[in-house]
């Protein structure tokens, strides 16, 4: 039996770049688009609509902002089965902090080769893992490394257990599954299972919130230098 295809959201207010994604995607087989949006208050309306695995979600556009549809989005009951990929221009965009504490599953560059942008929207559709490029490693020590003014404590690994920990260590620094069985020597189903209680436990949406905990807690160091 055929899987489903991947359905993909695209929001960018470029047209060319968003006509772009669309033919990429529509073009790949497993993958369809199933809308367009030129600004974040029509990429939550076709979100709440469509339903889609992802939304690749621009940062900057008019009106309301790729930051505030992801938090709209992430925040979200009925949209709980939607993941949010980030495109930005620059690595190191100040706005990809917000983003991702809004809940995004992870981000990419405008720039990124076709083939990585396909491979990056399958991670994210299957939940599997946070974006592993070191570029992204790099942003996700830099941004929970910072504090920000009036938010409550982060949250505790109490009734974690060790080998839970040690499974959510790895996970911060962008392992996959496959690569976390074969480096604890564990089956991908029991894998799975510690993530899922890991999930449960730390009251996280995705493995990309896992990270910013691991992050918060200091399981894992900041940046260093």
């Known amino acids: 039996m055929t899987p489903d295809p991947v359905r993909v959201l695209v929001a960018d207010d470029q047209a060319m770049l968003r006509g772009s994604f669309r033919l990429l995607i529509e073009h790949t087989p497993g993958m369809t688009t ?3 949006a030129s600004d974040g208050a029509e990429a939550v309306a076709l979100a709440r609509r469509e339903l889609p695995d992802v939304v690749l979600m621009d940062i900057r556009m008019p009106g309301v902002d790729g930051i505030e549809a992801t938090r709209e989005i992430c925040s979200s009951a009925e949209l709980a089965d939607v993941r949010v990929l980030i495109l930005t221009t620059f690595d190191l965009d100040e706005y990809v902090y917000a983003a991702l504490r809004a ?5 990419l560059l405008k720039d990124t080769p076709p083939a990585d942008v396909l491979h990056a929207i399958r991670v994210v559709a299957a939940g599997e893992a946070l974006l592993a490029p070191s570029v992204t490693r790099r942003l996700i020590a830099e941004f929970t490394s910072r504090p920000e003014p009036g938010r409550p404590p982060a949250r505790t690994l109490d009734g974690v257990t060790d080998r839970e920990l040690e499974v959510l260590r790895l996970i911060a620094q962008g392992l996959s599954n496959d690569e976390l069985a074969d480096h604890l020597r564990l089956s991908p189903a029991t894998v799975k299972t510690h993530i899922g209680r890991l999930l449960a ?20 160091g900041r940046r260093e230098g």
Do not use: C, P
Request: aromatic share 8%; charged share 20%.
């Open 34 to 36: 199933v809308g367009e």
């Open 103 to 107: 809940g995004a599953a992870g981000f």
């Open 201 to 220: 436990k730390l009251h996280a949406r995705d493995r990309a919130q896992l990270v910013i905990v691991a992050y918060n807690t200091g399981l894992v």
